[in-house]
């Protein structure tokens, strides 16, 4: 059955657990373990999640193979921003690696001065779907943020939670097909 990789800036990791807390057609859940992998996965046990670890060298190649919706989820370290274009490195390194193993790829970032504007089509020739949650959209709610903090925090937090849902839900929609 299919697999859906997330690739995600460690910012995001509240929303990630709340989106597979959501979810509940996932049959495999995998964590890449990283040196900062510990409070993400005890944050998606206390949601009832119980995720294998993995180490970045053992993937299992027949990940697309298995039975059930499965997910693998690595996080970066927010470190990585301090340099963009090492952030944008890392990132396409990890895209083209999970890509070997993956139907789709959901790719959580901050915009990191504008690094990621390119990522679609630099892979749209790939045979795997590839979706990008970042500030750099131009329809991601964050660009909004000053607008709504002044307002309502609520509003935001209630947006962006349905735009992550949406485009999560839209990827899963490509994979499972």
Do not use: W
């Amino acid at each position: 059955m299919p697999l859906m990789s997330i690739i995600g800036c460690r910012e995001f990791e509240k929303e990630i657990v709340e989106l597979l807390a959501e979810d509940k057609t996932i049959d495999h859940l995998l964590v890449v373990n990283g040196s900062r992998s510990l409070g993400f996965i005890s944050a998606l046990k206390k949601k009832g999640l119980m995720p294998d670890v993995l180490s970045p060298e053992r993937i299992p190649g027949g990940l697309k193979k298995s039975k059930g919706f499965n997910v693998l989820v690595t996080l970066q370290d927010i470190d990585l921003c301090r340099s963009p274009m090492h952030m944008k490195k890392q990132t396409y390194e990890k895209i083209k690696f999970y890509g070997l193993v993956s139907n789709g790829i959901l790719i959580f970032q901050s915009s990191c001065g504008g690094i990621f504007g390119d990522v679609l089509s630099d892979f749209s020739n790939s045979h795997f779907f590839l979706e990008l949650l970042s500030s750099e959209n131009e329809n991601y709610v964050v660009d909004k943020v000053d607008e709504y903090f002044s307002n309502n925090k609520d509003v935001l937090t209630t947006e962006l939670i349905e735009q992550h849902r949406n485009c999560y839900n839209k990827l899963k929609e490509q994979i499972l097909s």
